[in-house]
């Protein structure tokens, strides 16, 4: 059974960090690019971290570049999203993502999601 379980969630004030963790199993996790999308109501979900396996590489969009962080532990089969100086606009529900081989930054080419993890940032 795939699984992709996410934690660390949970309430912080503007300015300060959370770290998130997907811990992963049930398929081939070197052959996965592992992504972080979020959602907010009302909005589509939208793609913010992403990192390879093949190379190392790793994706940020712009608005949390220099912020955020993604690590991935390959020898646990988990991957780590350090958030820094968190803002309100981060307010969201976080999601784990698999993506066979690459980092395709939309959702529709996700083949695993995890349930998610709320993350509130309070001004």
């Known amino acids: 059974e795939v699984q992709l379980v996410e934690s660390g969630g949970g309430l912080v004030q503007a300015g300060g960090s959370l770290r998130l963790s997907c811990a992963a199993s049930g398929f081939i996790f070197d052959d996965y690019a592992i992504a972080w999308f979020r959602q907010v109501p009302g909005k589509e979900r939208e793609a913010v971290s992403c990192?390879?396996?093949?190379?190392?590489?790793?994706y940020y969009i712009d608005s949390v570049k220099g912020r955020f962080t993604i690590s991935s532990d390959n020898a646990k089969n988990t991957v780590h999203l350090q958030m820094n100086s968190l803002k309100p606009e981060d307010t969201a529900v976080y999601y784990c993502?698999?993506?066979?081989?690459?980092?395709?930054?939309?959702?529709?080419?996700?083949?695993?999601w995890g349930h998610g993890t709320q993350v509130t940032v309070s001004s």
């Open positions: 993502a698999a993506e066979f081989w690459h980092c395709g930054w939309r959702s529709d080419y996700i083949d695993y």
């Open positions: 990192t390879t396996k093949s190379d190392g590489s790793t």
